[in-house]
Every structure is written in structure tokens, then in C-alpha cells.
């Protein structure tokens, strides 16, 4: 069966069984595509709960995230 949870950074729907990136906060587990959604959530979880995913800035290329 999966389990998807939409990563709280871009919004990437990450399945739990699979996922390489994982972060505990107040008692919830949140998936991430990659390590440096992983990274920004752990920088700041309270930002990504409020406000929830940023997506990617158009802007700026994806490789400049991390």
C-alpha cells in the first residue's frame, strides 16, 4: 500500500514508505523529496506549518536551491 504526504517545502507528493528524507517535529513526521527540502524545513518548521509549501521560485533555477 502506499502513503503519500506532500512534502511541506515544494509540495511534492512523497511516498513514506520509500522516502530517504524524513524530519520529526512536534510529534508528526514529514517526508521530503530531497535533501534540501529536508534542509529548509529543518531550518524553520514552524514557517512551513504556517504559511505550508513555497514551491519553487520561478525565477530562480532549481539547482540553486540547495
Known sequence: MINTH??????MQVDENTAEYRSEH???????C????????DSDPERYQ???????DEKKPWWKFW
Open 50 to 56: 504556517k504559511d505550508g509549501p513555497v514551491g519553487m
Open 26 to 32: 512536534k510529534g508528526a513526521t514529514y517526508y521530503f
Open 34 to 41: 530531497a535533501p534540501g527540502c529536508k534542509k529548509a524545513f
Open 6 to 11: 506532500r512534502d511541506p517545502i515544494c509540495g
